[in-house]
Every structure is written in structure tokens, then in C-alpha cells.
């Protein structure tokens, strides 16, 4: 239980950092270079696309299970881990994981910044803790986060709430 809680604890406060960084990050762009279009990278509006128009069950599956394993497993622990957790590779795992997001030849480095970040901020939380749980749980709040937020900003996604179960 001990155990539990000291990565509770830790999970909680890495995620509200994240999203902290993120948010301000994406905002402070958006304020500076208003037609950046930072905030709508092509990731985000092809999930929101696709919740119109697949079925929910296998895009919950993806982005809250396959994305934070896979994705930590791959940018952080198998990266980090190789280069003994030096820093210069936390940048790089960062940067390859805002570069494996980008979807579009029309998205630029604004589009970028916000995965770096979000990259970064999983990294250090692995290099932190040496534990790859905690980057993968902040990375599965973060998506679930994002989630909702395409779900509540959505019109149509419980139109088709039948075809999930079928």
C-alpha cells in the first residue's frame, strides 16, 4: 500500500506539471504566433474525426492502452535505458516522439513544440524514478484527458453509441 501511494503521489504531480506545460506552452504560442494553428495539430483532429466515425471502443483501446505502453516502452525506456539516462538523450527521445506525431507536411515546428514537451516531461519523470510505470500511467491520464476533452467538444460521438457493441 506504501508502495502505492509514494507512485500515486508521483503520477499525480507529474501529470498536473505536464498538462501545466503544455497548456501554458500551447497557449503562449498561440498568443504570440496567432495563425500558427499550435493548438490543432493533425494527430488531435484526426482522434476527434475518428470518434465521429469508427467505432469508440477501438480508439479508447488505442489511445488510452496501446499509445502510453508502446509509446513509453519505445521512446523512453528502450532509448533512455540504452544511453544509461543521459541527458542529452531525454531531448532526443523528445524529439522523436513530437516527430512520430506529426501527421502532415503543413505541420511546423508549432506543432511540434507541445509533443516535445509533453516528451520531455514523460522522460524526466523515467530518468527521475527509473520506474517506467509512472511515465506510462501520466502518459495514460494525458491521453485520457485529451480524450475526454475531444469527446466533450464533439457534437456527434454519441449519435452512434450502438454500433460500439455490435
Given amino acids: 500500500w506504501e508502495r502505492v501511494k509514494f507512485f500515486g503521489s508521483r503520477i ?3 501529470l498536473i506539471a505536464e498538462l501545466a506545460v503544455s497548456i501554458a506552452f500551447a497557449h503562449l504560442l498561440q498568443t504570440i504566433f ?8 493533425e494527430n488531435q ?11 469508440i471502443i477501438m480508439i479508447v ?14 521512446y ?7 544511453a544509461n ?3 542529452s538523450t531525454l531531448f532526443s ?6 516527430l512520430i506525431h506529426l501527421n502532415s507536411s503543413k505541420e511546423t515546428i508549432f506543432h511540434l513544440l507541445p509533443y516535445f514537451c509533453g516528451g520531455l516531461v514523460f522522460a524526466w519523470s523515467y530518468k527521475k524514478y527509473r520506474n517506467i510505470w509512472i511515465s506510462i500511467f501520466v502518459h495514460f491520464l494525458h491521453n485520457l484527458t485529451a480524450l475526454l476533452s475531444a469527446v466533450a467538444n464533439s457534437n456527434s460521438v454519441f449519435i ?6 455490435s
Avoid at 483501446?61 to 502510453?68: E, G, N, Q, R
Wanted: avoid cysteine; hydrophobic fraction near 50%.
Fill in 85 to 87: 539516462f543521459h541527458t
Fill in 93 to 98: 527521445s523528445a524529439l522523436i516522439f513530437g
Fill in 45 to 55: 483532429k484526426r482522434i476527434t474525426t475518428s470518434l465521429k466515425d469508427a467505432r
Fill in 61 to 74: 483501446i488505442s489511445v488510452l492502452i496501446f499509445a502510453p505502453v508502446f509509446e513509453e516502452l519505445i
Fill in 160 to 165: 452512434n453509441i450502438y454500433p460500439l457493441w
Fill in 34 to 41: 496567432p495563425t500558427s494553428g499550435a493548438a490543432n495539430t
Fill in 76 to 82: 523512453r525506456r528502450s532509448i533512455l535505458k540504452t
Fill in 12 to 14: 499525480w504531480l507529474i
